[in-house]
């Protein structure tokens, strides 16, 4: 055996697969929906090109070991898919033939208090892009002729194959997840110690763009103020399980709080206790499925554009994705002068607030709306929290940005009782 051969082996057999792999998805993490096109394909040619070679590698690490059929067996579950496939193709053509034919949409959605606005989406390739910045900018004319004091809006990126209706992050997002089970099962398999491919594993696992969800990638919150012609891009963070499933049974919170009348009572227990311990709460919603499963997404941002996108974003998902309820939690700020204070921007309305309250609020698929609202300084208050959640006048449908989600239950509700004609 050479000298070359030794330094290879102490490295470990996985090593240089692990390094292609972190190769090709730091590239990935490289690519930006605000970034030119240039750049972004170079970031894509090199991905699709070092993650083809993580297999490579292997391959030439254990041609001549006795883990060559197990090589096999588990590239034949993990990566010989249409996706993988797709990959390879994709590889071949980026080294061979031409750049990645790279696609990219710009959808522009306007949020009010009384209505959500969808823009055509735009469409740009190598040959039309322009500034992202330069885009925004030209939407002042159009939301200055809206007559509001200010315009909340988001733009939501996607991108793609040229020609084609799959988007790429969902076949990248696949693609990556099966490459990392099969270096997995490689790793439990061999069973080797290699402190160099520990390190490459934890660095991959670090790296964004399999890790951070699809709307903090490729999603902006704004909001234009019309007096003082300004837009200012939300600060966000969002609060992530990191589980492949993201749904849960709804028994899990009932055992929680077994003296709890029903969900909704223990969502408000579970949050009104959490408020007591932090003395702030981000807008966090509980989302229930037909399947008596739930999903909880809870999330923060420097504007409330974000909490009216959250909104619109489930209620889209109510008809396909069988959703039954809906459950909001939030903090609010409450004004004596409403009519005057709807006058103002939003930033300049905090100054004038009189309190603040901790609003609950649930939509039904049967179309029921329950809501509970608590003064924030009698939380501690025990009870205050009963007679609160006794009282029944405490209920209110005001609540702007739950509309899209209280709209879509009755449309669902008036086209499930519609006779069927066909």
Not at 177 to 191: H, R, T, W, Y
Request: aromatic share 14%; charged share 30%; proline share 3%.
């Amino acid at each position: 055996m050479g000298s070359t051969d030794l330094k290879e082996e102490s490295k470990g057999l996985l090593y240089p697969a692990y390094h292609k792999l972190y190769s090709s998805l730091s590239s990935l993490d490289k690519f930006e929906k605000g970034t030119n096109f240039f750049d972004n394909i170079s970031y894509l040619d090199n991905f699709l090109s070092e993650y083809r070679n993580v297999t490579f590698m292997l391959q030439k690490s254990l041609a001549h070991t006795d883990y060559i059929k197990v090589y096999e067996e588990n590239r034949e579950k993990y990566l010989l898919n249409d996706v993988c496939k797709w990959f390879i193709e994709k590889r071949n053509e980026v080294l061979k033939q031409q750049p990645f034919d790279l696609e990219k949409k710009i959808r522009i959605v306007i949020y009010t208090t009384a209505d959500n606005l969808a823009l055509p989406e735009l469409s740009f390739t190598i040959e039309n892009d322009v500034e992202y910045s330069t885009l925004i900018d030209s939407m002042r004319d159009f939301f200055a002729k809206l007559g509001l004091v200010e315009v909340m809006f988001s733009a939501e990126f996607s991108f793609y194959e040229k020609g084609h209706k799959e988007e790429l992050y969902d076949k990248f997002l696949s693609g990556i997840n099966n490459m990392k089970l099969f270096m997995k099962a490689m790793k439990g398999a061999l069973n080797e110690s290699s402190t160099l491919s520990d390190q490459l594993e934890e660095k991959i696992d670090e790296l964004k763009f399999h890790r951070i969800p699809k709307n903090m990638l490729l999603t902006d919150d704004y909001i234009y103020y019309t007096k003082k012609n300004q837009f200012e891009k939300a600060s966000r963070v969002e609060f992530n399980v990191p589980i492949d499933d993201q749904k849960v049974p709804v028994t899990i919170l009932k055992k929680m709080f077994p003296d709890s009348k029903d969900l909704f009572d223990s969502f408000i227990m579970m949050h009104l206790v959490t408020f007591q311990m932090q003395k702030r709460l981000m807008p966090t919603c509980f989302i229930v499925y037909n399947d008596q499963k739930m999903q909880f997404v809870s999330f923060d941002s420097s504007i409330k554009t974000t909490i009216y996108r959250k909104l619109y974003e489930i209620a889209n998902r109510i008809e396909p994705d069988g959703i039954i309820d809906v459950l909001y939690v939030g903090e609010m700020y409450n004004y004596v002068n409403t009519k005057q204070i709807l006058e103002l921007e939003s930033r300049e309305r905090i100054k004038y607030k009189n309190s603040e309250s901790l609003v609950f609020f649930k939509s039904s698929r049967d179309l029921t709306i329950t809501s509970y609202s608590f003064d924030s300084n009698k939380v501690n208050d025990m009870k205050y929290i009963a007679s609160t959640l006794l009282r029944k006048d405490n209920s209110f449908n005001n609540l702007a940005f739950m509309k899209p989600v209280i709209n879509e239950f009755k449309r669902l509700n008036k086209k499930n009782k519609s006779p069927d004609f066909s």
